[in-house]
């Protein structure tokens, strides 16, 4: 690798792309609310922000998470030609050894920082790098199969802020299933939009293999699980959460139900991930 190449503003740039900086963001924040606001007092803000240990899992989150989307792309780049041809990284901007040296460089880090801080976390690491490495390249063209895989894997996030802490695991399961069940809604819809591409190279995903009609079935069913699980996990804790999820579930599935363009299965994508910040932020008031 010469290092001209790497400095390069462009070649920097498109790596930028590919790891969805916003999503690792929310990653990180999600984490740091949830140690800050369910697992501390909230004058110990401070504390875990300077906590190293905490820093050096956060970091290892957003590794795997940034491999799971380096891999992911250089996987889908067919198929991402098809649905979304001027958003193409890898094999345009971005050659496909330099995706598949910085996913392993991200996972090796990633899991050695998790394995100095736990083996249990060095295990959940390796294991989060491992699916995300079959769902890229097999699971995710199942039905249902890849969905559940990344909504677990999302859920775990907020696993291990409890796993390092070894406190409040239950209100800390509580917003995992939160976490999982959003992004399990938010998976279906995303193979809603990208069904023309999908179609086109054998994958098997819900819609494809239901059709719309009947996927947004199985949305509106997991939607009615979702806010009844939320609500009597949480309700005897706090009644903002479920009141968040009521009202705006009702919003998406109106929405759902009237979306029938690749625009509107995209901006649906959108409302999932704003209802996933409002439910973090939820956490203010528990």
């Given at each position: 690798m010469q290092l001209s190449t790497i400095l390069r503003p462009s070649f920097v740039f498109s790596y930028l792309k590919l790891i969805r900086g916003v999503n690792l963001f929310l990653v990180a924040l999600t984490q740091y609310?949830?140690?800050?606001?369910?697992?501390?007092?909230?004058e110990s803000w401070l504390q875990i922000l300077t906590d190293k240990g905490f820093f050096l899992m956060v970091s290892a989150t957003v590794m795997i998470t940034s491999a799971g989307y380096l891999i992911n792309d250089y996987y889908d780049v067919k198929i991402d030609f098809v649905n979304k041809p001027k958003r193409v990284v890898v094999g345009k901007k971005l050659g496909r050894r330099w995706v598949i040296a910085g996913h392993t460089i991200l996972n090796l880090t990633a899991i050695a920082f998790g394995f100095l801080l736990s083996i249990q976390?060095?295990?959940i690491m390796f294991g989060a790098?491992?699916?995300?490495?079959?769902?890229?390249n097999q699971l995710k063209r199942l039905p249902f199969v890849g969905n559940l895989s990344v909504a677990l894997l999302t859920g775990t996030t907020l696993i291990l802020v409890a796993e390092y802490f070894h406190d409040r695991a239950y209100i800390i399961a509580c917003y995992a299933i939160f976490s999982a069940f959003i992004t399990l809604i938010r998976e279906i819809i995303k193979d809603m939009e990208d069904m023309k591409g999908d179609a086109r190279f054998g994958c098997k995903t819900v819609p494809i293999v239901l059709g719309i009609a009947k996927t947004k079935w199985v949305l509106y069913f997991i939607?009615?699980?979702?806010?009844?699980?939320?609500?009597?996990?949480?309700?005897?804790i706090s009644l903002v959460l479920p009141s968040i999820l009521f009202i705006t579930l009702i919003l998406l599935n109106l929405s759902i139900a009237k979306a029938d363009t690749v625009k509107a299965?995209?901006?649906?994508?959108?409302?999932?991930k704003i209802i996933m910040l409002l439910g973090v932020l939820s956490m203010i008031w528990i």
């Open positions: 609310l949830t140690a800050i606001f369910l697992i501390g007092n909230r976390i060095g295990l790098a491992f699916l995300l490495w079959l769902y890229s939607s009615l699980a979702f806010i009844i699980s939320v609500f009597v996990l949480i309700q005897h299965f995209g901006t649906l994508s959108t409302y999932c």
